[in-house]
């Protein structure tokens, strides 16, 4: 009963649901503008080089990930110090990110250097986020671990909005067409100094107001972390489900993580859109994913994780194939509330299946795992992105980057089958 305790509060404490919250409205801000927006813009459009480059340093920064997260886990399940942690990684991102932009400025076009400072960057981002997630069960009381995850989702989504907003007049010096007073047009290199500010400033919510739970710690083991790595892995036959949960999502987010990298740079490649019309568009999509987030979030409650994860990963291989014959921009935006809606449930449908198959006392290291198995997968998916748009280059743009989606809607569809017979320890109770 202990246990259940520690990762069950027995009420609602608002005040505590919504410090955690905020932090996926401040992180949001920075895998918005940075990963998703300027950095790829920057490398591929600004400087002229193929997409392999971005690819590559977001698969560096994932394998560094992979590599860390979980001995990472066993570590914050053994001190109980996961906000610290967390207070940490989100520093040396925000340093890192701020360094882009002066990088840019003071050297130009020192594409190595820019990409270094990403991958520093994006490799405090990613462990942040192992932190985060393991934060959940603090907050979170019986039956509403959907429904808050879910909250936080689209509060995350909020928080892209509202960075898009804020950091475009940096950009073009205004905002939809009205000019700000004080603040010049500055490129795209502009750009990285004011997201690092946001992020910090209102990830503060979070590290000051947010109390971890005290949980029951794992005896202490005199067994190496390379031991006891492959023994988390051997652990996973005890619980059925986490291994085709963990080998279904090395192959769906392999497509929805190279989407979100790489939507950018295909609206300018494929679409034709200039930064004017893809602010708009994103915060146009970005509201569907925030709505996205909430109706899955109360779907997983319903009915349970796996088949609200079915769902949504059936509906972004529609999606993506829909996308490959999309050529106007109506209807790249029509899709891309479609795309949205799908990307908020991606999300809010995956962190409570592992919850419902991990047991409590050991949640960090199974969190160590799902970082394991999403960076894994973020570490092929670029790749996979920059191989194919590369080998279908000869024939244009738009031919290369509909053969990239296409591709990512096949690692979608075989992440799905994966996940099919799994059968979940959901209930109502």
């Known amino acids: 009963m202990a246990s259940d305790s520690a990762y069950r509060p027995p009420e609602l404490k608002v005040g505590q649901i919504l410090s955690w919250c905020i932090y996926d409205f401040a992180n949001t801000i920075y895998s918005m503008n940075v990963v998703s927006l300027y950095f790829p813009l920057l490398i591929i459009v600004n400087l002229g080089f193929a997409d392999i480059y971005v690819a590559v340093a977001n698969s560096v920064s994932m394998l560094v990930v992979a590599l860390s997260a979980p001995f990472l886990g066993q570590l914050t399940d ?93 950009n073009e010096g205004a905002i939809f067409g009205i000019d ?66 963990l080998l279904s999502k090395l192959f769906f987010l392999e497509g929805i993580e190279t989407a979100i990298i790489f939507m950018g740079v295909y609206s300018d490649k494929a679409i034709g859109l200039d930064d004017s019309v893809k602010i708009p568009f994103f915060i146009f999509a970005t509201v569907f994913a925030a709505v996205g987030s909430w109706i899955f979030g109360r779907l997983v409650d319903s009915y349970g994780a796996k088949p609200t994860l079915m769902a949504v990963l059936i509906g972004w291989v529609f999606s993506l194939v829909a996308l490959i014959f999309v050529k106007s921009v109506a209807a790249f935006f029509v899709l891309g509330a479609v ?91």
């Open 339 to 429: 795309v949205g809606i799908f990307l908020g449930g991606a999300w809010t449908a995956a962190r409570p299946l592992l919850i419902e198959l991990s047991p409590k006392e050991n949640i960090g290291r199974f969190f160590g795992l799902y970082s394991l198995s999403g960076k894994t997968a973020a570490i092929l998916g670029p790749i996979f992105w920059g191989i194919a748009v590369w080998a279908l280059s000869g024939y244009g743009d738009g031919v290369a980057y509909r053969g990239g989606v296409l591709m990512l809607a096949v690692l979608i569809a075989i992440g799905a089958l994966i996940l099919r017979p799994l059968k979940s320890p959901y209930s109502n109770a």
């Open 78 to 170: 053994g001190i109980g110090q996961r906000k610290t942690f967390l207070m940490i990684a989100t520093a040396i991102c925000c340093l890192a990110t701020a360094s882009i932009g002066w990088a840019y400025s003071s050297f130009g076009g020192a594409v190595y250097l820019l990409l270094f400072l990403f991958v520093i960057a994006n490799v405090a981002y990613q462990l942040g986020l192992v932190f985060y997630n393991s934060l959940l069960p603090s907050v979170a009381p019986p039956g509403k671990i959907g429904r808050i995850g879910g909250l936080g989702v689209a509060i995350g989504y909020l928080g892209s909005i509202v960075g898009m907003v804020l950091i475009l007049p940096f």
């Open 180 to 245: 700000i007073p004080f603040i010049s047009a500055g490129g795209r290199e502009a750009t990285f100094v004011p997201t690092a500010v946001l992020f910090a400033l209102f990830a503060l919510p979070t590290f000051l107001f947010l109390h971890e739970k005290k949980h029951i710690r794992p005896p202490k083991s005199d067994i190496s972390p390379f031991r006891q790595i492959l023994e988390t892995l051997e652990d996973t036959k005890k619980y059925p489900g986490i291994r085709r949960f």
